[in-house]
């Protein structure tokens, strides 16, 4: 249905009736040119993000949230007459009651509907511990710390067993710029460098690329509504206590001040990111002493927080 404020507001393309203003560029959008817009850019950027091969066999991170089924539909879109490209859904279960069981659901009905297979690995399999049972815990390290860590390394054990070439996840553009504004202030270049899409190949390591890092979060959710999309629209109950809200907060004040600012953010990320991969290359990886996983101390950040956990139970 189209807002009352934009009943007589005419497409800049089209003369159509628009969904839509991009206050960064001026433009009023239809539907048709608005999704037109974001596959236009998303294709564009993902050929900068590196070729697909023919035989390519790309797994989606799919939480069940608008960014990941977003994502997820745009890439079978864009693969779909390339029927070589093979595609997989990865579904990280942390454990998370009442949250994470409903968007299980939401992510096997998109890819039944698409036809793509559907893998889920839990905590609970990999670590022997639901998101719950730790943050029974109250660790002061905070929820988020554990579940990123134990995340990645789920994505990356399956995206391996899958035997992918590339892991592809959801992260916009807004969070694009809070990633980056955040690791300026904690003044941590080193992973400001690793920011996704990775070019170089680790040994262990599935790299990562970002289809939608260049569209807006509001986009994102756009396109899902007229694409009339199922997702999963809940907050973690875990997530007040991260440190990115905060971030989050300052990037929308800056943007709804300066329209473009997260566009800004981003460019400027870009043009040093060059520099910065050269200052701070990949280290060479050992093998964790523990679990064998690929890491850049004697042992991997999951091995340090199991011991943690043991300790704190
Ligand atoms: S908000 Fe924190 S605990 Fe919740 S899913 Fe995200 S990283 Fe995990
Ligand atoms: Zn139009
Ligand atoms: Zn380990």
Same mark, same amino acid.
């Given at each position: 249905?189209?807002?009352?404020?934009?009943?007589?507001?005419?497409?800049?393309?089209?003369?159509?009736?628009?969904?839509?203003?991009?206050?960064?560029?001026?433009?009023?959008?239809?539907?048709?040119?608005?999704?037109?817009?974001?596959?236009?850019?998303?294709?564009?950027?993902?050929?900068?993000? @590196?070729?697909?091969? *023919?035989?390519?066999?790309?797994?989606?991170?799919?939480? @069940?949230?608008?960014?990941?089924?977003?994502? /997820?539909?745009?890439?079978?879109?864009?693969?779909?007459?390339?029927?070589?490209?093979?595609?997989?859904?990865? =579904?990280?279960?942390?454990?998370?009651?009442?949250?994470?069981?409903?968007?299980?659901?939401?992510?096997?009905? +998109?890819? *039944?509907?698409?036809?793509?297979?559907?893998?889920?690995?839990?905590?609970?399999?990999?670590?022997?511990?639901?998101?719950?049972?730790?943050?029974?815990?109250? %660790?002061? /390290?905070?929820?988020?710390?554990?579940?990123?860590?134990?995340?990645?390394?789920?994505?990356?054990? !399956?995206?391996? %067993? /899958?035997?992918?070439?590339?892991?592809? =996840?959801?992260? +916009?553009?807004?969070?694009?710029?809070?990633?980056?504004?955040?690791?300026?202030?904690?003044?941590?270049?080193?992973?400001?460098?690793?920011?996704? #899409?990775?070019?170089?190949?680790?040994? @262990?390591?599935?790299?990562?690329?970002? #289809?939608?890092?260049?569209?807006?979060?509001?986009?994102?959710?756009?396109?899902?509504?007229?694409?009339?999309?199922?997702?999963?629209?809940?907050?973690?109950?875990?997530? =007040?206590?991260?440190?990115?809200?905060?971030?989050?907060?300052?990037?929308?004040?800056?943007?709804?001040?300066? #329209?473009?600012?997260?566009?800004?953010?981003?460019?400027?990320?870009?043009?040093?990111?060059? !520099?910065?991969?050269?200052?701070?290359?990949?280290? %060479? /990886?050992?093998?964790?002493?523990? $679990?064998?996983?690929?890491?850049?101390?004697?042992? $991997?950040?999951?091995?340090?927080?199991?011991?943690?956990?043991?300790?704190?139970?």
């Amino acid at each position: 249905m189209i807002p009352a404020f934009l009943i007589m507001i005419l497409c800049s393309k089209c003369h159509k009736p628009a969904i839509t203003v991009i206050r960064y560029s001026g433009a009023h959008l239809c539907s048709q040119h608005f999704v037109e817009f974001v596959e236009r850019r998303v294709k564009k950027d993902l050929k900068k993000q @590196g070729k697909t091969m *023919n035989n390519s066999r790309i797994a989606v991170a799919v939480s @069940g949230g608008k960014d990941s089924i977003v994502t /997820l539909h745009l890439l079978h879109d864009l693969f779909e007459s390339r029927p070589l490209v093979q595609l997989y859904a990865i =579904t990280v279960d942390e454990g998370i009651k009442g949250y994470r069981d409903a968007s299980l659901e939401v992510v096997q009905k +998109n890819c *039944n509907i698409l036809g793509i297979e559907h893998h889920v690995i839990s905590f609970k399999d990999a670590v022997g511990k639901t998101m719950d049972e730790i943050a029974a815990l109250h %660790d002061d /390290l905070g929820e988020c710390s554990y579940c990123g860590v134990f995340r990645r390394m789920c994505l990356n054990t !399956m995206a391996k %067993d /899958l035997g992918v070439d590339k892991l592809a =996840t959801g992260h +916009n553009l807004d969070d694009m710029a809070q990633s980056i504004l955040m690791n300026f202030v904690n003044g941590d270049m080193q992973k400001l460098a690793r920011l996704g #899409p990775h070019e170089r190949i680790q040994p @262990g390591l599935i790299p990562r690329v970002l #289809p939608v890092r260049t569209i807006p979060e509001k986009e994102m959710m756009l396109y899902a509504f007229v694409k009339n999309m199922k997702f999963h629209n809940a907050e973690c109950p875990y997530s =007040t206590r991260a440190l990115r809200g905060q971030f989050r907060c300052i990037v929308d004040d800056l943007e709804y001040r300066n #329209p473009g600012t997260r566009h800004s953010i981003f460019q400027s990320y870009e043009c040093i990111r060059e !520099m910065l991969m050269e200052k701070y290359p990949p280290v %060479d /990886l050992n093998h964790c002493l523990q $679990c064998g996983e690929p890491t850049s101390q004697k042992l $991997c950040k999951t091995c340090i927080l199991l011991e943690r956990i043991r300790r704190l139970f």
